[in-house]
């Protein structure tokens, strides 16, 4: 974990915010005022992805991040389990409590899933939706064979099968301190210029510890076992979410979660939905292409105004 303090020589300058709401203590950056921006990372990263968004967004926005159960400067417990909806549950907790509504889910990685899973508990909540590079259907057959063609070539996906198959996962993942970059290089981003000291002290310092990886070892051990319960919405839900104004942006270099086999799933949950392909852009795309996303992140929200 994180010390809730760390800066990282001021490229994360927020305030840090804590909810022990959902049984542990989740670290949250809370900026600016307006309407609600909820943004939701993936595996393994935290809301440090998110920094250029927020410096662009808090101006006239309230932009809040959670650093998932096991992730950032959120609390690790050993004795909880580290599923998708354990992942769901605990930011349905935090909604409720700070009592967000109104949302506009910005989502990346399994960040995706965790938010569809929220817009399904609870569709009133969610004013709009944008998808960075994060699948957004929800847990149907086409998203199950959307899954399995992806694992079949990703090879982020097929080193998670293989690893467990051959009783390896646990070992590897709970050194992640020391092969941080190897492993975001095998998820993909593709501006190697990123990569400074206080870049990669950032993204391995969540790992110092074995015990600081159950987070992690969890999102992985859960896809290669099954253990990941998507959630699935009633018909009436879903067609509620779907009118929702929606917008996907994919870097299309991106060989985890590869557009090829998602994409096709967005344009239907959202028919109405935009969508952004940037060619030469990694699976972080937020790191990738920060400015691009954020000016459209930004022409999407001004051009989808909320009734409030």
Not at 47 to 55: D, M, V, W
Not at 169 to 193: A, C, M, P, W
Request: a negative charge; hydrophobic letters at 45%.
């Amino acid at each position: 974990m994180i010390p809730i303090n760390e800066t990282f020589n001021g490229t994360f300058p927020f305030a840090p915010h804590v909810s022990t709401v959902a049984g542990y203590r989740m670290h949250y950056v809370d900026e600016g005022e307006g309407p609600v921006v909820l943004c939701l990372h993936g595996e393994p990263t935290w809301g440090y992805l998110f920094r250029e968004l927020i410096s662009r967004l808090a101006a006239d926005h309230r932009v809040i991040v959670p650093d998932h159960m096991g992730f950032g400067k959120s609390e690790t417990p050993a004795d909880r389990t580290y599923w998708l909806q354990d992942h769901i549950q605990n930011l349905e907790q935090l909604v409720l409590a700070l009592d967000l509504r109104a949302i506009t889910l910005v989502m990346h990685d399994f960040g995706g899933p965790v938010g569809m899973g929220l817009a399904a508990r609870h569709p009133e909540r969610i004013a709009r939706i944008i998808s960075l590079n994060a699948p957004v259907p929800f847990g149907q057959p086409e998203l199950a064979a959307a899954l399995q063609a992806n694992a079949a070539t990703a090879p982020w996906f097929q080193w998670i099968l293989q690893a467990e198959a051959a009783g390896t996962l646990e070992q590897v993942l709970t050194q992640l301190h020391y092969h941080i970059l190897s492993t975001l290089h095998l998820n993909g981003f593709e501006r190697k210029d990123l990569i400074t000291d206080t870049w990669l002290a950032a993204w391995r310092t969540p790992f110092t510890t074995p015990a600081d990886t159950l987070g992690a070892l969890g999102w992985a051990k859960g896809f290669a076992t099954g253990a990941h319960v998507f959630e699935t919405p009633s018909a009436a839900v879903q067609e509620q979410i779907s009118r929702l104004p929606a917008m996907a942006v994919w870097g299309m270099a991106d060989q985890t979660l590869q557009a090829t086999h998602f994409l096709p799933l967005f344009r239907t949950l959202f028919p109405a939905g935009q969508l952004h392909e940037l060619p030469g852009v990694g699976h972080y795309s937020p790191e990738d292409a920060p400015e691009n996303i954020g000016l459209l992140v930004r022409r999407f929200l001004d051009a989808t105004p909320l009734l409030l």
